[in-house]
């Protein structure tokens, strides 16, 4: 199954998109995956959420649970941390970030800024896959627990989502809310990758026919930690 992502697999029949750069260094691209593709992102969510760590609902440093639930790949995430086990679930030693994913990573640079070489010295390590129900939101706030700046690759399963992108000094305007739809893939680095963003709401009954979530969002981003 994991050859679903090879070259010459990953983008043969995907529609004209209508690029679009929010920011400098921020591009929205409609449409990027296939149905195929997305069932197939949503089948590996089902498996990594089985464990070994579970999906949970990580607690803020306040004591509050965040409403999305993760499953964590390379390394594991809590606020505002990485970690090689899950020390805040069971103990246990997250997945391995497969090499396939870091090939749609590099592949999704090249397309977004419109450079075949964009992605030649991207290798990301960590991958957060979160869940949102009907319900659930994620405030803003910036990406910076990477020892580094290279560029975040975020990709869409099932309901849309209203996502708030902003700049990076505050959490408040200017920002752009931009709607997220199934197989929609967004980028963001260079200036723009320690902007604040968020999901203000999802969109219950959105997700198309055959994208294999009948209910709810799952989103997948991608990171270089710059750990050893």
Same mark, same amino acid.
């Given at each position: 199954?994991?050859?679903?992502?090879?070259?010459?697999?990953?983008?043969?029949?995907?529609?004209?998109?209508?690029?679009?750069?929010?920011?400098?260094?921020?591009?929205? $691209?409609?449409?990027w995956?296939?149905?195929?593709?997305?069932?197939?992102?949503?089948?590996?969510?089902?498996?990594?959420?089985?464990?070994?760590?579970?999906?949970?609902?990580?607690? $803020?440093?306040?004591?509050?649970? *965040?409403?999305?639930? /993760?499953?964590?790949?390379?390394?594991?995430?809590?606020?505002?941390?990485?970690?090689?086990?899950?020390?805040?679930?069971?103990?246990e030693?997250? $997945?391995?970030?497969?090499?396939?994913l870091?090939?749609?990573?590099?592949?999704?640079?090249?397309?977004?800024?419109?450079?075949?070489?964009?992605?030649?010295?991207y290798w990301?390590?960590?991958?957060?896959?979160?869940?949102?129900?009907?319900?659930?939101?994620?405030? *803003?706030?910036?990406?910076?627990? =990477?020892?580094?700046n290279?560029?975040?690759?975020?990709?869409?399963?099932?309901?849309?989502?209203?996502?708030?992108?902003?700049?990076?000094q505050?959490?408040?305007?200017?920002?752009?809310?931009?709607? #997220?739809?199934?197989?929609? #893939?967004?980028?963001?680095?260079?200036?723009?990758?320690?902007?604040?963003?968020?999901? /203000?709401?999802? #969109?219950?009954?959105?997700?198309?026919?055959?994208?294999?979530? =009948?209910?709810?969002?799952?989103?997948?981003?991608?990171?270089? /930690?710059? $750990?050893?």
């Amino acid at each position: 199954m994991d050859t679903l992502f090879s070259d010459d697999l990953l983008f043969d029949d995907r529609e004209p998109r209508r690029r679009q750069e929010i920011a400098p260094g921020a591009v929205h $691209l409609p449409d990027w995956l296939n149905q195929k593709q997305q069932r197939f992102l949503a089948d590996q969510f089902r498996s990594w959420a089985a464990g070994p760590v579970p999906a949970r609902s990580a607690v $803020l440093p306040g004591g509050h649970p *965040m409403s999305v639930r /993760t499953v964590c790949l390379g390394w594991h995430w809590q606020p505002y941390s990485y970690t090689r086990e899950a020390g805040d679930v069971n103990g246990e030693r997250v $997945l391995e970030f497969p090499e396939w994913l870091a090939d749609v990573g590099r592949r999704a640079l090249a397309d977004a800024y419109r450079d075949p070489r964009a992605g030649d010295d991207y290798w990301p390590d960590a991958a957060l896959a979160n869940y949102y129900d009907a319900e659930a939101k994620m405030g *803003m706030h910036q990406d910076r627990e =990477e020892r580094g700046n290279q560029p975040v690759v975020s990709l869409s399963i099932g309901d849309s989502c209203i996502f708030r992108f902003g700049n990076p000094q505050t959490r408040t305007k200017p920002y752009t809310d931009v709607r #997220l739809d199934s197989g929609d #893939l967004f980028v963001f680095g260079g200036p723009s990758r320690f902007a604040y963003h968020g999901v /203000t709401r999802v #969109l219950p009954g959105s997700a198309p026919a055959h994208c294999g979530l =009948e209910r709810g969002r799952i989103n997948i981003t991608m990171r270089v /930690t710059g $750990l050893e």
